[in-house]
């Protein structure tokens, strides 16, 4: 795991000097604390900071060819690597290292851009061709690694984040005024636009050519769902499961360095620790977070269950609202941009945890993505079931759900109720929120009259509205899960991963975003995901004779950080004071009214907690990348963090 970066000439008689990637990479020192180096082409720099975790003595980037017209800098883990290192020795390519890098120096000499569609893995990576004076960019299938982009003064930009790229004299610092729309409809930002204007994604799945003066993106990979799904017994496709998760996990457990779990107490993570224990000799060392409030779940109960049954070298957590809020300046700054992710705070402080034992972590991300783990797509699917009796019995479920919301208090009985009045491409965003959100369904009052003037009434995404179109023909189910793998999961999700666990400077490895995981996933047909009401099914029963039946039959709860009673208890002060500030109600975006509404709603127990925590993200994204407030904002005295060690789980 590395951090990139690299300044390329349109102009081929263009010099760029080495001492602006040198900034750049500088930035991003906590990707790559190991190492680092710069590589001078004259119409192309590249940059690369190294956290060294395979070849650990002859891994140094930039790598190049034998002859030193190619070079790499790459960020990332290929796990084929030996394969097609074999393959390419085989066709007399000769080999320095014993690095995955190079074997995509040679990979892309091979097959020029085609490389990409043979490597398993996750990566970013930018290659310089001296010969054919070009530079091609590459993202993986699911985008587990970030790579951004921007163009200034005939220049194209590309770094792991964006900080790298704010480095450069000419590249402004501008709002996007849609991208602040995006964000509060969806709670993060779909698709490649980031919030600061001319500052893009890379998309999951694309790949980026600057040749003759012209940049040409392509997209190289996407998740197909078969016309004619898998036709096997339940059986044979859990064992045919099994055999391919067993395989992905051997590939991520290669390393020159100790490898760990993050142990959440779930399905998805104990079953990658069953199998990780398989691929070592060691005991695997495992980390959990809790939290000092009673009134939460409480996952570590479950993860010592797993811990115990395999046998890890445990480890364990608290955080309290005081880490909480003296990690949210960090956090904005890490995360680049404002998503509404309280559970990232959570994730930095067990990966700190486990940076002192191990640099590599697997996870268990990815599994409710590729196999319909999460209860919104169990609701989605009987509710458009039970569209299908129609006439009066729709309008009386409608009618009803409408009653128990207003009776309840509660949002989602009302969500339930406009669901049944509209079409699942009318109210499915992601699975953060949609058109039917409180923040979706307060716009009118909550934007001031400029702001809502300038981004418009739509509450339609254009990028995800085109995903429903590309997935159209597909069953309900799988086009939820499209939308979610092509947004929800890379723009959220990954983002979180990559950013917070590389802020320890630790590696985050995800088993189940394997390519060819998701790929069977897709193959399957719905029935074998969501089984009635039961979701995950196949995943489920491949893993029923390694996961203990205490978590197997779990409720989901996903990952219950007490931020709502926090928001509106101990950090209520914090709440106030950057809201009310004046920096905040003159940015232009919101009815002052109308937020303190909404505050006040959520301290009357209405479920705003998303809400009021975007609200707080923006105003400190903007003090941190736009303001460049370096202050960081002032934690109330609180307990102090918990931390403790079980090694005999």
């Keep these: 795991m590395c951090g990139i970066c690299g300044i390329a000439a349109f102009d081929p008689a263009r010099t760029i000097d080495p001492a602006l990637v040198k900034s750049m990479a500088d930035s ?33 980037q930039p790598i190049s060819n034998e002859d030193g017209s190619v070079w790499i800098v790459f960020n990332g883990e290929i796990y084929n690597y030996r394969e097609l290192r074999e393959d390419l020795l085989a066709k007399g390519h000769r080999f320095s290292t014993h690095s995955d890098t190079e074997v995509i120096v040679h990979l892309y000499e091979q097959y020029g851009t085609e490389c990409v569609s043979r490597l398993q893995g996750m990566f970013a990576f930018a290659i310089w061709d001296q010969r054919e004076r070009a530079l091609f960019l590459a993202r993986d299938r699911v985008g587990i690694k970030p790579l951004y982009i921007t163009e200034v003064d005939g220049q194209l930009l590309f770094a792991s984040e964006i900080k790298a790229l704010l480095t450069h004299p000419s590249v402004e610092r501008r709002v996007s005024l849609g991208a602040v729309d995006s964000f509060l409809m969806h709670l993060y930002g779909p698709g490649e636009e980031t919030m600061l204007a001319g500052i893009r994604r890379l998309l999951p799945g694309h790949h980026l050519l600057l040749k003759d003066g012209r940049v040409r993106i392509a997209q190289y990979w996407d998740l197909r769902f078969p016309e004619q799904p898998i036709v096997a017994s339940e059986e044979e496709a859990a064992d045919q499961l099994m055999a391919l998760l067993k395989d992905a996990v051997r590939g991520h457990m290669i390393s020159d360095v100790p490898v760990g779990v993050l142990l959440s107490g779930g399905v998805d ?24 409030d009673p009134d939460v779940t409480d996952e570590r109960p479950y993860a010592r269950i797993a811990a115990r049954r395999y046998g890890s070298d445990h480890h364990e957590m608290t955080i309290t609202a005081a880490d909480f809020l003296d990690f949210m300046p960090r956090y904005v700054r890490h995360m680049e941009e404002p998503v509404c992710e309280p559970p990232a705070v959570a994730l930095y402080y067990v990966t700190e945890l486990a940076r002192r034992h191990v640099k590599v972590l697997l996870s268990g991300e990815g599994g409710d993505e590729g196999f319909a783990g999460y209860p919104n797509y169990r609701n989605a699917v009987w509710l458009e079931r039970a569209k299908r009796l129609g006439g009066l019995a729709t309008w009386a479920m409608g009618a009803g759900f409408g009653a128990l919301g207003a009776a309840s208090g509660k949002d989602r009985w009302q969500r339930f109720a406009d669901m049944m009045r509209n079409r699942p491409k009318d109210y499915y965003w992601s699975r953060t929120a949609g058109p039917l959100s409180p923040f979706a369904r307060n716009k009118p009052s909550l934007y001031a009259p400029a702001f809502r003037a ?45 950013k917070m666990t590389m802020a320890s400077s630790v590696e985050l490895r995800v088993p189940l975003l394997d390519h060819r995981v ?38 989901k709860t996903g990952f219950p950080v007490p931020y709502r009673r926090w928001l509106n208890g101990e950090l209520k002060g914090f709440v106030d004071d950057v809201l009310n500030d004046p920096r905040t109600r003159g940015r232009g975006y919101f009815d002052h009214a109308a937020v303190a509404t909404l505050i006040e709603r959520s301290r ?40 403790t060690a079980s090694h005999d789980a």
Excluded: C
């Design 28 to 60: 991003i020192r906590h990707r790559g604390p190991d190492d680092e180096g710069i590589h001078a082409g004259g119409q192309a720099v590249l940059g690369h900071r190294r956290l060294s975790i395979i070849d650990l003595s002859s891994g140094h």
């Design 269 to 292: 993570s104990t079953a990658m620790l069953s199998l990780a224990v398989e691929e070592t000799q060691q005991a695997v060392k495992t980390f959990t977070v809790g939290f000092s």
């Design 454 to 498: 300038a981004v418009g009434e739509s509450h339609t995404h254009p990028y995800v509205a085109r995903l429903f179109d590309i997935a159209a023909e597909h069953t309900l189910l799988n086009q939820l899960l499209y939308v979610d793998t092509k947004t929800w999961l890379p723009d959220d999700l990954l983002i979180k991963a990559d």
């Design 518 to 555: 998701l790929e069977f996933a897709a193959a399957l047909p719905p029935s074998m995901k969501l089984k009635g009401f039961r979701t995950k099914h196949i995943l489920k029963k491949a893993l029923s004779s390694r996961v203990p039946q205490e978590i197997l039959d779990r409720r």
């Design 604 to 643: 009357s127990g209405e479920d705003l907690s998303a809400e009021i925590f975007s609200l707080v993200t923006l105003e400190l994204w903007h003090r941190e990348f736009i303001d460049r407030d370096s202050a960081p904002t002032q934690a109330t005295a609180g307990p102090q963090r918990i931390v």
